[in-house]
């Protein structure tokens, strides 16, 4: 059984999706992605993040949906762009949390981009592949 004392609460949450959606908000490469589709439903969208990682870390079960079909309607998505999100949720997650539970964020986000790989380019990279691959993709 996972130690859930290990975990971030709701109020830890909230704050690292805020600090992680602002950083999208200003990055060149992420924001055009993001901003035209939620210009003016931010603050929703932040609550429905908050809900997905809690219910995610089995914190409560405060969210359904399909994420991975939402993401999937999206048009020019490219490796580079998975590679940034993921070095953008490290970074946070690393500055928000204690290192147990930004390990345990990291993993969960890395086994979400391989399912967004697998559905934008076709194959599922092992989370090494993955890693090397999005490394190679951005330099």
Do not use: N
Not at 106 to 119: C, H, K, P, S, Y
Request: overall charge neutral; glycine content about 4%; some cysteine.
């Amino acid at each position: 059984m996972e130690d859930l004392s290990q975990l971030p609460d709701r109020a830890a949450i909230a704050r690292l999706v805020e600090r992680f959606y602002a950083d999208v908000r200003a990055d060149d490469l992420l924001a055009p992605v993001f901003e035209p589709r939620l210009h003016d439903r931010w603050p929703a969208h932040l609550a429905r993040m908050t809900d997905f990682w809690c219910t995610t870390l089995k914190l409560e079960r405060s969210f359904r949906g399909d994420v991975h079909h939402k993401h999937m309607a999206l048009d020019g998505i490219r490796p580079v762009h998975l590679q940034r999100w993921l070095r953008l949720w490290q970074r946070d997650t690393a500055l928000e949390l204690q290192p147990a539970a930004a390990a345990r964020l990291q993993d969960v986000a890395v086994g979400i981009a391989r399912v967004m790989f697998l559905g934008w380019f076709g194959r599922l990279p092992s989370r090494d592949q993955l890693l090397d691959e999005l490394a190679l993709d951005a330099a």
